[in-house]
Each structure stands twice: as structure tokens, then as C-alpha cells.
């Protein structure tokens, strides 16, 4: 049997694996055009909640790849789906930009400063300290803490930014309260995800580039993983780790003949 001719349902990271500082990693694009004709489901996931699944979309039509909205899952939307299954109709503090805001309209959420039942942060170029002030008396008068994701920095052409997973850190010593985060390595971001395509564990497989948030969710979820070696992980970091993904590539054109 062909390597991976059992898996039906492929998720995907996007930094480190199809794209790399906004271009497409060499074969990301004929992989992609392979899964359209061949009629396999697929999701490209990322825990950055910046982007609306349009905005992401146009951004890697820029990068060369061609990925429709619906094929998209990002940590907004995830959390978006979270919260809706624990309070439907809900209330929320939202430190984050239009992917966040749009996916928790979207699920029936009101976005307010005034008694909300959450406090979500997720990511956002624009941190303010009173916004991030506000959150702190939020949670501390009893709303309950919720982040998109535990990245603590992001890149931008200048270098690395602040991103969720620092702020978050910031409010929990403000007041000693820990976030629910629901990104990566939570392996709730690959079940949401799986909903979305009508996928099964046993015939699903999870690429990335970082062994401890792609692989090792994916692992926990029960999926096949593959790493590549495009991204942050590299081959002689592998044994530092106590578990192995299922399969190693060097990058994700090695996987066309596979599918």
C-alpha cells in the first residue's frame, strides 16, 4: 500500500509549512492542488486570530497559494466555536482584531465591557495598557479567562512582537488567574477542526513544523503526524523530545506523491 493511502482528511499548519515570511514553501502549491483533485478534505490551521478566514485567504493568494475561506480554521474560530458550546448567547471582553470579533458575532456572542461572562484575549499588533487594565478588573470582578493562544511573541520585519500567550502571562500575575487556551498544542483546536470536514482520527493526518504544539496535539488527538523540516523544529532537535511524529519529511513536497 502507498505511504498514507488511509488517510482521508489532511489538517495543515501554515507558518513554517506552506508559507514562509509570506511566500509559499516550494511544492505547498501543487500539494494544495492535489487535494482539490483528488476531492480530500483539508483545513490549513494557524493560531494567529488576526484574520478573518477572507483576510487569510487573500494574504496567501498573495503568497502564491490558492486556499478557499471555507478550508481555513483558525484559533478565532475555534474559540468562537468553544465558547458558544459552554454559553450560547453569551457575553465578552475581546482584546484581539476582526477575526476574533467577527468569529464571536458570528457564533451569537455580544462584545461588551460591561459584566461579561469571558474575558478573551487573542492576538493583535495594537496591545493597549488600558485595555489590558480593563481585562485584569474584568477577571478579577469574575469573569472567566480565556486566550486564543499561548504563542508569547510574533514576527514582524523589525523582529519579534509581543503576542497572546505574554499578555496572557501579564494578566495572570495581575490576578493569579490562568486562561483556558484553546490553539495549539490544545488538541481541542484538531478536534474543532476535524468537526468542520466530518474527519475521523483514525483516517486523519496533522502536518507541522513544531514539535511541541503540531505534533505533539496532534499525537494526543490521535492522528497521524508528519513533521516537516521547513519550520522551527529541525532533525537534530527531535531527540530532545520523548515522543517521535508517526513520519519526518523534509518538506511538504515530499507528501504529493502520498496523497
Known sequence: MRENEHIECWLTDMDGVLVHENQAIPGAAELIDRWVATSRRFLVLTNNSIYTPRDL?????????????????????????????????????VIGEAGLTTALHEAGFVLTDQNPDYVVLGETRTYSFEAITKAIRLILDGARF?????????????????ATGAIAALITAATNREPYIVGK??????????????AHSETTAMIGDRMDTDIIAGMEAGLHTVLVLTGITQRADIDAYPFRPAQIVDSVQDLIEQV
Open 185 to 198: 498544542p490544545n488538541p481541542m483546536m484538531f478536534r474543532s477542526a476535524m468537526n468542520q470536514i466530518d
Open 146 to 162: 480565556i486566550a486564543t493562544n499561548p504563542d508569547t511573541t510574533g514576527p514582524s520585519k523589525e523582529g519579534p512582537l509581543p
Open 57 to 93: 485567504a487573500a494574504r496567501l493568494k498573495a503568497s502564491g497559494l490558492e486556499v478557499p475561506e471555507e478550508n481555513l480554521w483558525t484559533s478565532a474560530l475555534a474559540t468562537a466555536q468553544f465558547l458558544q458550546d459552554q454559553l450560547p448567547g453569551g457575553r465578552a471582553y
